[in-house]
Nanobody, 113 residues
């Protein structure tokens, strides 16, 4: 059974940082391209970032230069380091594989004063 379990969310002030984690199981994680998606209040799902099995990364323009996606195949864990957070980053963040339709329960990120 595929399981994706996100953690690491919380409430921070603008300019702050958070590191999200996603523990994956039930599939060949090291061979999988993995993504982060998010859903802001009242809005649809938004793709945030993807890391390929080879480690290549892509980001939506809104987070380029601030967020870093990474993976540890020895721990079957996906990460999202989020720096210089902005109020518009407030959302529930999900890791997803193989596409956004399959994702975990999400972790809430709130950026406010």
């Amino acid at each position: 059974e595929v399981q994706l379990v996100e953690s690491g969310g919380g409430s921070v002030q603008p300019g702050g940082s958070l590191r999200l984690s996603c523990a994956a199981s039930g599939f060949a994680f090291s061979s999988a391209g993995m993504s982060w998606v998010r859903q802001a209040p009242g809005k649809g799902l938004e793709w945030v970032s993807t890391i390929t099995r080879g480690g290549s990364t892509t980001y939506t323009d809104a987070v380029k230069g601030r967020f870093t996606i990474s993976r540890d195949n020895t721990k079957n864990t996906l990460y999202l380091q989020m720096n210089s957070l902005k109020p518009e980053d407030t959302a529930v963040y999900y890791c997803s594989w193989p596409n956004a339709a399959r994702r975990g329960q999400g972790t809430q990120v709130t950026v406010s004063l």
